[in-house]
């Protein structure tokens, strides 16, 4: 009896251990997810910023549109997410919107087409992915 109850938990913790990799390996997609969102966050607040008007306003949407779209689908495609993905993800959503609504909003108003502004905001715009991304990498 006692046999069986040791093979029991050793096949339990075995499949734990499984499951576990599992997550972990599964789970690395969002990374890439968080760098090509970085990286497209920094892409269009420099078009919208430093392009004339109204193309700087359309290419910047097109940029945000598609990655948003393709991530989307790259995101629903995957088969699994760690525990407390939402809330970390809804998170770092928020945190890109008040730094992208931030810079757009004294970019236009204070420093319209100055590089000076747009690039280092561009960068300020995409920390909330590439830090996001270096922290879930770290997990």
């Known amino acids: 009896m ?3 109850a040791s093979k029991d938990a050793a096949a339990a913790l075995a499949r734990a251990q499984e499951l576990s990799a599992t997550v972990r390996d ?6 890439r997810y968080l760098v090509i ?15 004339v008007h109204p193309y700087g306003m359309a290419i910047g949407t097109g940029i945000g549109g598609v990655t948003v779209t393709a ?3 790259y ?11 939402g809330w970390w993800h809804a998170g770092l959503m928020g945190v890109w919107t ?3 609504v931030g810079v757009l909003l004294l970019g236009f108003g204070y420093f319209p087409g100055a ?6 905001g561009a960068l300020v715009v995409a920390l909330p992915g590439l830090i996001g991304s270096y ?5």
């Open 26 to 31: 599964g789970t690395k997609w969002y990374v």
């Open 2 to 4: 006692v046999e069986y």
């Open 98 to 100: 008040l730094l992208y």
């Open 135 to 139: 922290l879930e990498a770290r997990r």
């Open 37 to 51: 969102f970085g990286c497209a966050s920094a892409a269009q607040a420099l078009a919208v910023g430093l392009l």
């Open 75 to 85: 995101a629903v495609r995957q088969r699994v997410s760690r525990r407390g993905f």
């Open 71 to 73: 991530l989307s689908v």
């Open 115 to 120: 590089v000076a502004w747009w690039v280092p």
